[in-house]
């Protein structure tokens, strides 16, 4: 059983197709068929059957799915580790959000290398909206991340505190309040940060609790874009306090809610029976600098 005969595997139970997977792979169907026969030789069992739907894995075909992606992560791993014990640097794929990074700046990031020159880094940004579910499992070892995203077979760790606040312009009728409830929002002209697709903003959720639809006039992906919303055309916009105290727009107003929404930024890695070196120091070196930066770590 090696690794390529696995990633064959995993993308045809996932395409439920040999074609399709083929496609994906850039290689012939019959190529992929012969591959995926002689895993079944290898493993002495049947893993897929044609049913109605495409190609379905067998019960031995979903325990070895079950178990592919992992065997896949580790193979990956021992060559990282060889090739560091051989002389060679072990790249740390890194994706973080955008709005992270008021909690950890990019030279904090970079200053792991510095730290550890055995280590390269490759770093990826993605808007907050964005779902890093399927990329992350891919390509990425480890994440810091806003709000506690749906990632399968990861270690998530809260790392800092923040919450949804309202923003205003000075001039707005609110402005004179440090807090205001989610009923005073009611006949507001909501600008909201955008969220991945099929899901609703929190705040939208917490409206409806308190028996009304929030009028959202725009979802926003750029809090500078919300910044002009709100001083141009006097919409209240839905942010995060971290990212706006972080920018310190001195033209408007950050109001606290009273109904407290979380909205917090996590450190996300890779479920594995023995973490990397290099994702170890890296966990370790991101929860030191923000333990040095508020005083401690922030649980809940």
């Known amino acids: ?38 895993l079944e030789l290898d493993v002495e069992a ?30 990956d791993d021992i060559k990282k580790e060889i ?32 730290m550890y020159p055995q280590f390269q880094m490759r770093l990826r940004e993605f808007p907050d909206e964005y779902p890093i579910g399927r990329i992350f499992q ?9 709000g506690q995203q749906e990632i399968d077979n990861c270690e998530i760790e809260l790392i800092q505190l923040c919450e949804v606040v309202a923003v205003v312009s000075k001039k707005h009728r609110l402005a004179g309040k440090d807090e205001i409830s989610i009923m005073e929002l009611e006949h507001e002209q909501l ?25 959202v006039v725009h979802e926003f992906s750029n809090v500078a874009t919300a910044h002009i919303l709100c001083e141009e055309s006097g919409y209240l916009a839905i942010s995060v306090d971290l ?10 107003k950050i109001i606290r ?21 290099a994702v170890s120091l890296f966990l370790s070196y991101i929860k030191n600098y923000i333990n040095e930066k508020t005083g401690h770590i922030d649980v809940e």
């Open 83 to 114: 090739g560091i014990m051989s002389g060679g640097k072990s790249t740390l794929n890194v994706l973080v959000n955008f709005s992270t990074t008021p909690s950890v700046p990019p030279d904090i990031l970079f200053g792991f290398t510095n």
């Open 46 to 75: 049947e893993l897929f059957f044609r049913g109605p739907h495409g190609m379905e894995a067998t019960d031995c075909g979903e325990l070895l799915y079950a178990r592919a992606k992992h065997l896949c992560y580790l193979m």
């Open 257 to 277: 809610l009273i109904e407290k929404i979380p909205q917090n930024i996590y450190l996300v890695s890779r479920k594995r029976d023995i973490q990397t070196r």
């Open 191 to 215: 600008v909201l940060k955008s969220v991945e697709k099929g899901k609703e903003h929190s705040l939208i959720d917490k409206c409806l609790e308190h028996g009304f639809t929030p009028h």
């Open 138 to 146: 891919e390509e990425f070892d480890v994440g810091i991340v806003l």
């Open 243 to 252: 990212v706006e105290e972080f920018y310190n727009n001195e033209n408007l």
């Open 1 to 38: 059983m090696n690794k390529d005969a696995l990633e064959c595997f995993i993308k045809v139970y996932e395409k439920k197709s040999v074609t399709s997977a083929a496609k994906d792979l850039f290689i012939s169907p019959q190529g992929l068929s012969k591959t995926i026969k002689l």
